[in-house]
């Protein structure tokens, strides 16, 4: 039986080249991750301190953006030939979008790897959200560019296909993938001014030089009315897994197609007026402005709460087409031996407890209580670094076949493989949480402060460290195995028929959907006006504060202690004797810093 | 009498493992400090009652199953 490779073999190199590159950044990436998790833990450290900053930014960098979205673009590829059932309009497009995103990663990955090599003069030890002042080599900025603009062209390579097929198909409703697709790339579309103005704009010039000083808080604020909607970039294609492909693997068929479509306009029109909330602690920015984007992110619960009705009910639906029986026996008939299916449904499960403290992360009273601590990359791993990463894992073991037409080397390695993912996360969310909790700051490489105790609740910051480093290097090791089962199914032979590829039509079928649901435009013109409304006056505010260029020179980003020592030296030459006669003496002072450098 | 299969049973491992996790964190709220290896105890005795429930025990009687009355 022929499969997506026979049918459409151009689209499948290219979805193969784009998972390629995926997964040789989730390899690159996870193996930074498990040398902080172990640096900052104390247990193992292999690199210096300072090196520590290179390799987070290389791990947020090729993880969170490369990793996520070379797969996204894979499989929205193949999601638009297949449920338009043709090829993409020009195949040399595909393959130019696909080329100028693995040029500007490159860019990216050499200018932050360039750090770990002092004889290069090149770094961006500025962390994957790139705040200013901290300034990055010009070509980190540019490869971020040629990225974004990658990511638009194929947006346009999909709305071409979806022209096409409207022009032959005019009175049919969008097929459920190809409005997935479609209504994500709107909101891409409208969310990526922020992060294209800002780096265009801005930090390119600012970093060759042409201006000297940059706006700190406007670029900042660029970066989230960009960085939320990353978000449901990342989370949509699992979505889509999850409403098409999941209900298909449990044997069963989706709830409702007009509730799918329903929860996607919901996420065009919400995803982006809520960025600020993300800024709480800002200062610069009025709070009635945080409190609006407070209630908006709140409403973003709505579509969230749909999707786990509608998934679950069509799981168990799935459950009960095999024999299932009873409240909860029915989970029993599930197809658990599939590692797709498996890794799917452990990662909606963690998905829901991510969901719970992302709304702490959320609420703008509380939020004071977590912000900048371990609790928000505690919160990240279990919706980016599990819901999206274990999902579009786990759907490898179900794409990889339809794209190569070969079978999956072992389904037991898969399934240990996506339950190593889920118990090792749970150690290590589960302790970042706790840490967060207790004031243990992220982003640094030494959480432990001289002479302060962290007071914990219940265990020992020693035990809530052991948590963290098993819990990384569990993580490590599902990334090694399914790294080797990925590489192992591609030196397979081919056979006829590797998976069984249909999506059966859902329950409750398009038909039923209101057909304003898929008028596009409209839905385009009601996000935009959200956004006009949530952010005019607080960057008006922004730029009537400090210019639309803002005062700010560059911060060194290699990281040296000497020039703290001079100011502080220079800081306390300065003070009034009797100040000075309150503090410690300036000798001890150099010296306690002196001790530092060495 | 119902057959656990060994895939059913490393997913009961993952799903278990929160829990067990979660428990030991809740006890420590109400002021009771359990040891760290409170956890792995409470992992076993939850895997042994679920899978105990599962195999020999039905939660709700099938349609078919006459009744006891």
Known sequence: MATFVDRYPDEAKVVQASFAVAFIALGIGALFGVIQALHRTDILRIIDSVDYYTLLTAHGVLLALVFTIFFLVGLFTWAIARSFERPMPDIRLTWAWFGLMTTGSVFAAVAILAGLFPDIPMSADVLYTFYAPLQAHPIFYIGLAMFIIGTWMAGADWFLAYRGWRSENPDDRIPLQAFMVLTTMIMWFVSTIGVAVSVVFFLIPWSLGLVETVNPLLTRTLFWYFGHPVVYFWLMPAYLLWYTVLPKLAGGRLFSDPLARVVFVLFVLLSTPVGIHHQYLDPGIAEGFKFIAMTNTMFLLLPSLLTAFTVVASVEHGARQRGGEGYLRWLGALPWRDPAFTGMALAGLMFAAGGFSGMINAGMNINYLIHNTLWVPGHFHMTVGTAVALTMMAGTYWLLPQLTGKTVFSRPIGLLQVVLWFVGMVFMSNAMHRGGLLGIPRRTAEPQYQQFDFATAVGSIGEIQAQIALGGVLLFLSVVLFLFNVAATWA????????????????????????????????????????????????????????????SPAFPVSVSVQPVVDAAISAFASVSPVTSAEVQPIEGVVDRLAEVIR | MRRMSSALFLVLVAFTVPIAVELRTVAGFFGVELPFIAVIIVELLLLAVITAVYVLGRITPDDDEPSPL
Not at chain 1, 493 to 511: C, G, Y
Not at chain 1, 516 to 534: R, S
Not at chain 1, 541 to 550: F, P, R, V
């Open chain 1, 492 to 551: 397979q032979d081919r056979v006829d028929t590797p998976v069984d590829d249909r999506i059966p039509e859902p329950l409750s079928p398009p038909s039923g959907a209101p057909l304003v649901l898929d008028n596009l435009a409209l839905w385009t013109v009601i996000a935009i006006v959200l956004v006009v409304l949530a952010y005019t006056l607080p960057l008006a505010s922004i730029i009537t504060d400090a210019g639309l260029l803002g005062k």
